[in-house]
């Protein structure tokens, strides 16, 4: 059985991975507009990962017998600048949300919710996944560069990427 605070930090986690799915729908949305369709279509990929986390989320609420409590999503900026500062933006997120998940499986510790720590142990390997693929992509422009056939590259590699979804018994 979850406690109170528990369900209100999960709750929490729902909106901002709900905010991240809508952060990285605007940064395809950019990217798409700057010509970047493997930035747009990796962005695109991140954010349907983001929300199957929200779900995750969700259904363990539910399966625990607690009740689910949307929160209003903030609006994500819409301009990101160069590549190089897009995907800077994308890893400093990706900390403040693995601090967040860190948080959550404090808190659980803190009251002895071993089947919360069970459930929040798949969030922290994600979270290492997470902020390893971003880091990839922000080397490789550090190496290549920003302009030119470097970016173009890295621009059709990210074209590659496809969703799959996470199964929820992972």
Do not use: C
Not at 69 to 80: E, R, T
Not at 92 to 105: A, D, Q
Not at 112 to 122: E, K, Y
């Amino acid at each position: 059985m979850l406690s109170d605070k528990m369900i209100e930090a999960l709750n929490e986690q729902i909106n901002k991975e709900i905010y991240s799915a809508y952060l990285y729908l605007s940064m395809s949305s950019y990217s798409e507009s700057q010509g970047l369709k493997g930035f747009a279509n990796w962005y695109f990929v991140q954010q349907q990962e983001e929300i199957d986390h929200a779900m995750r989320i969700y259904n363990y609420i539910q399966e625990q017998s607690a009740r689910v409590k949307l929160k209003a999503i903030d609006q994500p900026q819409a301009d990101f600048g160069t590549p190089m500062e897009m995907v800077k933006k994308t890893l400093e997120h990706e900390k403040f949300v693995t601090s967040l998940i860190n948080n959550l499986m404090n808190l659980a510790i803190e009251e002895n919710d071993h089947a919360s720590r069970i459930f929040l142990q798949w969030f922290i390997s994600e979270q290492i996944e997470e902020e390893s693929s971003v880091n990839e992509i922000l080397d490789k422009l550090k190496l290549a560069g920003e302009k030119g056939n470097a970016l173009f590259m890295i621009d059709k590699e990210l074209m590659a990427r496809v969703y799959t979804p996470s199964s929820q018994t992972e």
